[in-house]
């Protein structure tokens, strides 16, 4: 770990790979140091790639799916003695299947611990600094998915629709502190998180994806303008997305849940 300096500070969580590894180079890049944080050895890497960028980096490998993992993330965060300045909540996980047949109760609590309840707890420890130094940037990265309900992800899409309202309901609340709220909602990306989810052999999954390079850059670029939400990617999933918000919930979930299914 290098010694602090006086560069804001951005945590960035599921940091090892994907969108969470371009959303930390993008802090990097523009002057941030950072706080990584990911289940994964991979972390390592990461750390170790942009600590040779001249930014201060501190990396943990803790698991943010329990609630000690995000006690012990916000403990290391606060041994830093130093403010949080932007705080990306991007750590996620996916879930694919039949609900009744094919999906495993325990993968879909896992999920909904990581996707949901580690972005309450990690903002509910971070958010009350901001707000006394009337100062600070949230990111949250939901997804497409939050407004399209699908069979096959029926749980993670619902995942990522509570983010999608955490974010704007918090960016509400927080209109007055001077501390910013962002929702990212990217769609199919190329990360490693199809894989993960056993979506591999899906038709989204073997269609081209969005580069997860462009996405976060995105996702920051809005992020630090104080945006509310973006679809990111490619202008065919930006005008998915905005025709997503037009279309009943019923053609939405028929048409998402084919994308889902098994070639």
Known sequence: MANATDKPLAVVTGA??????????????????????ADDAKIGDAAAELGGK??????????????EGVEE????????????????LNAGVG?????????SLDRELRMIALNCDSIV????????????????????????????????TAVYG????????????LRDELRDTGVTVTALQPGPTET???RRADMEHTRVGQQKKDDAALVAKQGFDAM???????????????????????????IKARAHGKLAEPV
């Open 16 to 37: 090892s790979s994907g969108i969470g590894l371009e959303l930390a180079r993008q802090c990097v890049a523009n002057g941030f140091d950072v706080f990584l944080i």
């Open 121 to 152: 707890h990690l903002a509910k420890r971070v958010l009350p600094g901001m707000v006394a130094r009337k100062k600070g940037r949230v990111l949250i990265t939901s997804s497409v998915a939050a407004i399209i309900p699908a069979s096959g």
């Open 54 to 67: 001249g930014a201060t980096v501190y990396a943990r490998q803790i698991d943010l799916a329990t609630y």
């Open 224 to 250: 630090m303008r104080g945006k509310h939400k973006l679809y990111g990617g490619s202008l065919k999933t930006r005008v998915m997305g905005a025709i997503s918000e037009l279309l009943p919930e019923p």
């Open 95 to 103: 879930v694919s299947g039949d609900f009744v047949r094919d999906t």
């Open 158 to 169: 619902a995942t990522k629709a509570f983010g999608l309202g955490l974010a704007e309901a």
């Open 192 to 194: 490693p998180f199809f």
């Open 73 to 88: 993330a916000w403990r290391e965060i606060a041994e830093t003695g130093r403010p949080v300045d932007a705080l990306l």
